[in-house]
């Protein structure tokens, strides 16, 4: 930080403190693993920040038979330790635990990876949205639940005042992986993300990140594999669908080239499949 700049630090011990902190402009602070590289990318530090983590739901992961909750102050190593081993949330803790490195997943909270709005390749939102997760926020108007696509699609101009907060999960999801393809000359951030989820009723959920400027869901793909649904014990056939199916306009990057994002996807897509664990082992 720059000598002589007097720069506010307020830990909010309650929702309503955190709101009217951000209403001051403060910027949420959680695990920094960001934010605190913000000059790296021309900008400045923020001038005043809000923590979040001493509200004490924030950092809760509350599992239950039919449901989990998740406070958004949790870290990816906190969530990776307390889904590790649960059936269908095999993908969630793929992308937690494969996500930066072991110091980054201590620090790097859910809820940073969810709100850091130009940052297409976060590992937990392509993940989550395979899930069919939901998000709470806490706005100044109340609480508000979105579904993640329409999360992401509102995101920039809701956490402008708003704040996440948890997320929720059913627990209707019964297989689910997470492929990443990590390049060394992109930090090992990843070049190409494919989450997939299957849930009791047979729906078939595959989304993309890190390809294009915001992770969403392979449509396409989807009604393919839902016509088809042997070709999730295939993965070779799970990858010849994907090759029939592209969709996808990749984005250039300095770390790799859009069309070289799209060109892996099927190879992730085979990955994927082959890491979902098998339907007629789980319980
Ligand atoms: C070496 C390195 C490797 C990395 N590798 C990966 C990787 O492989 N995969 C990956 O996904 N990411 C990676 N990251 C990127 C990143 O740091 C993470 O995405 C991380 O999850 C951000 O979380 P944080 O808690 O540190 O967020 P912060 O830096 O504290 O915040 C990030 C943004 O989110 C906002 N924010 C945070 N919480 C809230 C909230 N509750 N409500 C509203 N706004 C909020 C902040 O204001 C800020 O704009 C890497 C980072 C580093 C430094």
């Known amino acids: 930080m720059s000598q002589g700049t007097e720069r506010q630090f307020a830990v909010a011990d309650c929702i309503d403190m955190a709101l009217a902190a951000r209403r001051q402009g403060a910027t949420v602070l959680a695990g920094g693993t960001w934010v605190m590289r913000d000059p790296l990318r021309g900008q400045g530090l923020p001038a005043s920040v809000v923590v979040l983590s001493a509200i004490p739901a924030m950092t809760e992961i509350a599992i239950e038979a039919d449901r989990i909750t998740i ?6 190593a906190m969530l990776a330790d307390a889904l590790r081993n649960l059936a269908g949330l095999e993908g969630l803790v793929a992308a937690a635990e494969g996500a930066a490195n072991p110091a980054i997943r201590r620090v790097a909270t859910v809820g940073g990876n969810l709100c850091t709005v130009d940052f297409p390749a976060a590992d937990l939102v392509p993940a989550f949205l395979a899930y069919g ?5 806490a706005t100044p108007e109340g609480t508000l639940l979105l ?8 995101r920039r101009d809701l956490l402008g005042k708003a704040l996440l907060t948890r997320l929720h999960l059913r627990r209707d999801v019964v297989a689910s992986a997470h492929a990443r393809l990590p ?5 090992d951030y990843p070049a190409a993300i494919v989450s997939i989820a299957v849930d009791r009723e047979g729906a078939i959920r595959v989304a993309v990140g890190a390809v294009e400027t915001q992770a969403r869901r392979w449509t396409s793909l989807e009604a393919a594999l839902m016509g088809e649904p042997e070709a999730l014990g295939l993965p070779d056939h799970a990858a010849d669908l994907a090759r029939e199916h592209k969709e996808f306009t ?7 080239e859009g069309w070289y994002r799209c060109q ?8 994927a499949t082959a890491a979902l664990p098998r339907l007629e082992t789980r319980a």
Do not use: N
């Open 264 to 271: 892996v996807l099927p190879a992730l897509v085979h990955r």
């Open 71 to 76: 406070g958004v102050s949790a870290t990816h």
């Open 133 to 137: 997760a939901m998000v709470e926020l």
């Open 147 to 154: 579904k993640m696509p329409e999360f992401l699609k509102e």
């Open 250 to 256: 990749g984005r250039d990057g300095v770390e790799a």
């Open 183 to 187: 390049l060394r000359k992109a930090g």
